[in-house]
């Protein structure tokens, strides 16, 4: 870790010391960070299914997003490129996790320090609380909100913020980056329309953040999944004027055409899956094959050299109902540090 994360996860680790809630790490830190990364997902989903407005809630959510923050500097391939495949039953839940994980890349991007990296973390993965089933619903083929559902909606980032303003130990911060996650700077946005510097930087990383996941995954089925450069382009050319230019750009060259993750169709018909960080709008040159020419698991995945011309990259795909065993995961990333 840097300097400043090994100071801030030692604050973080000793505000409770004398406490009866002191936080217990959520994974082994000898473990594999795909291992680390799906126990912090499993702890994730365990605090949101019994959230009840606890100390102890806070501070086991605190605890499993400072990890996350810690994980991401540690490993940035395997987070981001492992993410949105982790089992989550809730889609809602996946997106949120996701939306946390490139949150944190991007607060890492602009130079934010550990701290308010940790906030982003806390707000992304809190941020939709109150709707996660309404939205889990309207996942369903041709689910269309009715009126009631839409007010939810809009209103979820008011009651995520109640649910944390009654929850001894949710800092202001964390409470205001929730709230203000769909406010665009042009005003447009709600519940309060603020505009410009009005809106918190952390907030600003969370919108952004969550609307390129909506992109790139979508949830609701009707919705077919953009590339990452679509996604881009779609960004600036539509809504430009809502997001901050910096984190655009920065955006621009964390992903790059290829973000980790990213599945990709080879010459020879194998699918396979960027794990390296993207070098500019350069396409990777090794990936890691996964399912053969039938579409089924290769029985071990295999390092791919795309500057091959029987290897190339020829187009982007998706991983629909495939399921990556955590063994495979393993394997995936121990090809990924050789390459």
Known sequence: M????????????????????????????????????????????????????????????????????????????????????????????????????????????TRLDARRQHTVAKAALFMNLPSLDLQDDLVAPHAIPSDAQRITLTRHPQLAAELLRESPGADLAWIEAVLQHHEALDGSGYPAALAGDEICLEARILKLVDVWYALVAPQRLLRSAKTPRAALHWLLSRLRQQFDARLIEALRRLTGICPPGTAVRLANRETALVVDMPSGMALPRRVVAILGVHGRLLRDPVRRDTRRAHTAIRDFTTLKGITIPPAYWRAIWALAEMA
């Open 2 to 109: 840097s300097a400043s994360a090994l100071a801030f996860a030692e604050s973080f680790g000793t505000a409770y010391a004398n406490t009866l809630a002191r936080p217990t790490p959520i994974a082994s830190e000898r473990a594999a960070p795909c291992e680390r990364l799906a126990a912090i997902a499993t702890a994730y989903v365990e605090v949101i299914e019994h959230w009840a407005c606890r100390v102890e809630d806070v501070i086991r959510f605190s605890t499993l997003a400072a990890e996350l923050v810690g994980l991401v500097e540690r490993a940035p391939a395997v987070c981001l490129g492992m993410a949105p495949y982790l089992p989550f039953a809730s889609p809602s839940l996946r997106h949120a996790f996701s939306a946390a994980v490139l949150g944190i890349h991007l607060g890492r991007a």
